[in-house]
């Protein structure tokens, strides 16, 4: 079956970075796109972007740029995704969610969703 | 962006009885080409990622039970549970997939 798994919890120091990495499975990696979503403790779903996992190319939401970098390596079907000078407001779990993507179109609603990784940032 | 704002914040239904809720979006999320609204639900359970429920505004994903429904077109939409069960008790997010810049709704607590 199509499934996702995510790397385990991660604390990180203020300024610091995270990589979380997504491991597919049950389907053909390159033929997709993978985005991640965050969640805030407490609070709602936050998009960040995605990868093309064909030929990497990526769209990062606004809020972002310039802080996150995904990434993916087709040898073992994996994305990451990376966030640079991390602050406490980062903290919260990451998912990585996969696209329907039919014969000639992909649209952006999600299933399935990995499990998710908590990211959790202190000083 | 387009915003998603949900209604109401949470939301206390019988066993049994209908549960509505409610999203709407700043702008129009219907395709005029394909005259398709691009909204999606999802449901979501402590300590789990959500579940999507619905695509296209009102297309059922595979496997979800039919007392889920999703209506509306533009820029309101109504997810209903027609006969609520205990196992639904969930927060439920709105999602438009219009833009290139994806939004969620804040999202609903459903309780018993």
């Known amino acids: 079956q199509v499934q996702l798994v995510q790397s385990g919890a991660e604390v990180k120091k203020t300024g610091a970075s995270v990589k979380v990495s997504c491991k597919a499975s049950?389907?053909?990696?390159?033929?997709?796109?993978m985005h991640w979503v965050r969640q805030a403790p407490g609070q709602g779903l936050e998009w960040m972007g995605w990868?093309?996992?064909?030929?990497?190319?990526?769209n990062y939401a606004q809020k972002f740029q310039g802080r996150v970098t995904m990434t993916r390596d087709t040898s073992i079907s994996t994305a990451y995704i990376d966030l640079s000078r991390l602050t406490s407001d980062d903290t919260a779990v990451y998912y990585c969610?996969?696209?329907?993507?039919?014969?000639?179109?992909?649209?952006?609603?999600?299933?399935?969703w990995g499990q998710g990784t908590l990211v959790t940032v202190s000083s | 962006d387009i915003v998603m704002t949900q209604s109401p914040d949470s939301l206390a239904v019988s066993l049994g009885e209908r549960a509505t809720i409610n999203c709407k979006s700043s702008?129009?999320?219907?395709?005029?080409?394909?005259?398709?609204?691009?909204l999606a639900w999802y449901q979501q359970k402590p300590g789990q990622p959500p579940k999507l429920l619905i695509y296209?505004?009102?297309t059922r994903e595979s496997g979800v039970p039919d007392r889920f429904g999703g209506s509306g077109s533009e820029t309101d939409f109504t997810l209903t549970i027609s006969s609520l069960q205990a196992e639904d008790v969930a927060v439920y997010y709105c999602q438009q997939y219009y833009s290139t810049s994806l939004t969620f709704g804040q999202g609903t607590r459903l309780e018993i």
């Open positions: 969610a996969r696209p329907y993507c039919g014969s000639s179109s992909c649209h952006n609603w999600f299933d399935p």
């Open positions: 296209w505004a009102s």
């Open positions: 990868i093309n996992l064909n030929s990497g190319d990526t």
């Open positions: 049950g389907y053909t990696f390159t033929g997709y796109y």
């Open positions: 702008q129009s999320v219907l395709y005029n080409s394909n005259n398709k609204n691009y």
